[in-house]
């Protein structure tokens, strides 16, 4: 059965002649313990996606489901224990003056678990940081331990899914390889199922099984990773992302300028 | 690459910031030649890439100590120079690209002001002539609708038009070294091949030197003409780019191994393993 199903999801910003369709019909579906990549471009909807699933917006039309429950307009402490949320900038995402052990209490504090040191240190533990990190503050730690952190953060309250926001995006490349790592190895470990919004396709190729390429609010193409991998697909705005991971060309860029509008691409 | 002299010759730099906790040496003695060409620096976070950029134009604070056998530009000494003459220098003849536009624009003052006031700093023309050739110069990075954009304040365009914008600004001047400072890593790739395609046609039209400090190897591989690996404050390799495959350093072979690659799945990726000897090399 599907882990998460996205059904006609649309989503419009502002009203009367300033709306702004955002999302265009999307529909897709994650298995349990697949991990999904959505990819795309700044402003194709992607993180959108994310963000109603995660409840931060709640005036979408569609269905969404989780685990086979269908998702109400407000967020319940019941989805927050099954999905949590990894975000894209860890400088930004951890608050400054509270220090590891804060942020990790918080979410056992307000859903009311107790043994909570015991499981900081586990969590901590998991993630690869020692446990003496529970006492520093964001700005004594690295780039790759804040992300370290904020994976911990979403991990403590043992969800099903994580919803992944460019979880490496802010990370050197040396970094990058060791969070992408510890994702499948956490992935394995705990049966997690993973929906990975990322622009970078090496990373998508690396991580997920599936993938779907958005453009302007719409899915455009939904592949398997081995379609990517050594092989060229077929759709020419999937074809674009492989070849602009792959290297710099000249013509590429130039192609790139007179990029075919969505109505060409749908057609 | 040019058999020409060099535009910049810069040899044994080393940058030391003094803080609370005595002397951290930032930059530890590194050597290199700019002609016109594309040259990348690469490395991680930390490893004096952009402190080499900002040297170059002395930008530093006074806490910075910069030493150097040579940093010479042209006839100019970049390290003993005054003040006076560097402000000469400084985005008339060598310009720097930032990171990000969101926080290198001026929020409160139209795109297209402040672009001619980077031109109407170095040069003693009117308003109107600076106005001309800023709208010349958007367009030459490819902004579609130059008198539109000229008017927008920063918030109001994308991340991509804005990298544009930055570059336009530090081009104007048309200087003759220009160091981009990751000047791609807000963007995503489409528009990040625009932008690059624009300084690449700048680099061949105008025949200026480009120092391209970024981290992403793959990328750096196929854009530029050489590239020098840096660790902890020193190149530790040299190298065409087209030869990084055939790279020697461990550093180097390992930064590229960590890189998740779209023809090749592996189970892990290898994570870089530090030999306290690199810090000696």
Redesign the interface.
Known sequence: MAMISVDKLNLTFGAGSDANQVLHDVCFEVGAGEAFGLVGESGSGKTTVLRCLAGQYNHWLGTLAIDGETLGRRLDYARCRKVQMVFQDPYGSLHPRHTVETALAEPLAIHGIGDRSARIDAILTKVGLPTSFRWRYPHQLSGGQRQRVAIARALILEPRILLLDEPTSALDVSVQAEILNLLADLRVRDGLTYLLVTHDLGVVAHLCDRVAVMQQGRIVDLLDTAGIVGCNPEHPYTRMLVEASRHYSREMAADGAARPAVADLAA | MNTTAPKLHVDDLRVAFRTGEGLVEAVRGISFDLGQEKLAIVG??GSGKSTVGRSLLRLHPRSAQVTARAMQFGSTDLLTCSEKTMQGIRGRRISMIMQDPKYSLNPVMRVGDQIAEAFLSHHRVSRKEAEERTLAMLEAV?IREPRRVFRLYPHEV??GMGQRIMIAMMLITEPEIVIADEPTSAL???????V??TL?DLVGQRGLGLIFIS?????V???CDRVLVMYAGRVVESIAAADLEHAQHPYTR??LA???????????????QRDPAWLAA
């Open positions: 991680e976070s490819r994308s991340g995503d790739v489409s528009v990040r091949l625009q690059l395609a690449d981290h992403d190897l793959n990328l591989r196929s854009f390992g930064l960590a890189l998740p690659s779209v023809d090749e799945r592996r189970e892990r990726l290898p994570v870089l």
